[in-house]
């Protein structure tokens, strides 16, 4: 008559300091998400290497990281000055980006990205956004001050 199938699943629970102790996988697969394109120019190395003090766990230097590229220090481009801001995104861009402090929130993402990677840490950094209105065609979007 019929087919019977049997599943069969264990759930697996971690606890916090199980969370806090993972570690990334080196899986060979991840290769192009844990290369970088150079050495991190000096700006960069500064702020990833203060990260890295946060902890011997990459939970809790990627936890450090990110607070510290939310924090006081680093703001975003004012809109008033968006239309002369040119948004470089080579290493030495974003060395500048960590180093003066402004930049776009897609440049404080690299930073991030390119610091989880010199910890081994696979990332993979997209940066657009669909528009509702588009519906399938292409729009062309301005910023206004």
């Not at 402090?101 to 390119?114: K, R, S």
């Amino acid at each position: 008559m019929g087919a019977s199938v049997e599943v069969r699943s264990l759930q697996v629970r971690a606890g916090r300091a199980e969370l806090v102790a993972a570690a990334p996988g080196t899986v060979p697969a991840f290769s192009s998400e844990t290369s970088l394109p150079g050495p991190l120019p000096p700006a960069m190395r500064a702020l990833v290497d203060e990260a890295a003090r946060a902890g011997i766990s990459p939970y809790r230097r990627l936890v450090a990281l990110a607070e510290a590229l939310r924090g006081p220090r680093y703001q975003a481009v004012d809109v008033a000055t968006l239309p002369a801001f040119v948004p470089g995104r080579s290493l030495l861009d974003l060395d500048a980006v960590v180093r003066d402090g402004v930049g776009l929130q897609e440049q404080f993402a690299a930073a991030f990205a390119l610091g989880a990677r010199d910890w081994n840490v696979p990332t993979r950094l997209v940066v657009g956004w669909l528009s509702p209105a588009s519906k399938g065609r292409d729009v062309d979007v301005r910023a206004a001050a």
